[in-house]
T-cell receptor, first 112, second 115 residues
């Protein structure tokens, strides 16, 4: 079974721009969560989508948003990029009835 | 919200020795505790997890113990090998069977296996 995939893998943007990242979950997984990983703050939960609905949200500003499509693929968007948004963005998928989350390879975002 | 503390931040052990990483959590409602291993430049990979109705779980050289009263859980790796070198993260969440809150992670432990 194919694992979680994320595109693009690397991205360079400038301050003020916006960016969209994509995540395709493992087949049959209906939940997708997004995390931000930085050296200083570690792994932080952004939000979770299940059946196209945001179910949980972490402590991030409204510039961070997401959505999920009917095929469970998810996108996250960051508007008005700041230097501090430079990070590895990881998504993780799981079956809706289980807790175990499987991570994708991440998208490394650099904001200049 | 939940807060997870992880210690130590760096752990160096001789190959063949055991390694122990400890985590504490703050929210007594948390009931799911996974451990992830992340090698440099790679994705976090689940190595073992435990639910609050279990006190200990073992998988070959890896074991996890949970003390609900003290709100702490530990990862034990025996007979360490060079390929165990990585960053290890503990996490906690409130699992409900029909879903779970997002994972709250510890800051990670860089495990170094000395040959």
């Amino acid at each position: 079974k194919a694992g979680v995939t994320q595109t693009p893998r690397y991205l360079i943007k400038t301050r003020g721009q916006q960016v969209t990242l994509s995540c395709s979950p493992i087949s049959g997984h209906r939940s997708v969560s997004w995390y931000q990983q930085t050296p200083g703050q570690g792994l932080q939960f952004l939000f979770e989508y299940f059946s196209e609905t945001q179910r949980n949200k972490g402590n991030f500003p409204g510039r961070f948003s997401g959505r999920q499509f009917s095929n469970s693929r998810s996108e996250m968007n960051v508007s008005t990029l700041e230097l501090g948004d430079s990070a590895l963005y990881l998504c993780a998928s799981r079956r809706g009835s289980e807790e175990t989350q499987y991570f994708g390879p991440g998208t490394r975002l650099l904001v200049l | 919200g939940e807060n997870v503390e992880q210690h130590p931040s760096t752990l160096s052990v001789q190959e063949g020795d055991s390694a122990v990483i400890k985590c504490t959590y703050s929210d007594s409602a948390s009931n799911y505790f996974p451990w992830y291993k992340q090698e440099l430049g790679k994705r976090p990979q689940l190595i073992i997890d435990i639910r609050s109705n279990v006190g200990e779980k073992k998988d070959q050289r890896i074991a996890v113990t949970l003390n609900k009263t003290a709100k702490h859980f530990s990862l034990h790796i025996t007979e360490t090998q060079p390929e165990d070198s990585a960053v290890y993260f503990c996490a906690a969440s409130i699992g409900t069977g029909g879903g779970a809150d997002g994972l709250t992670f510890g800051k990670g432990t860089h495990l170094i296996i000395q040959p």
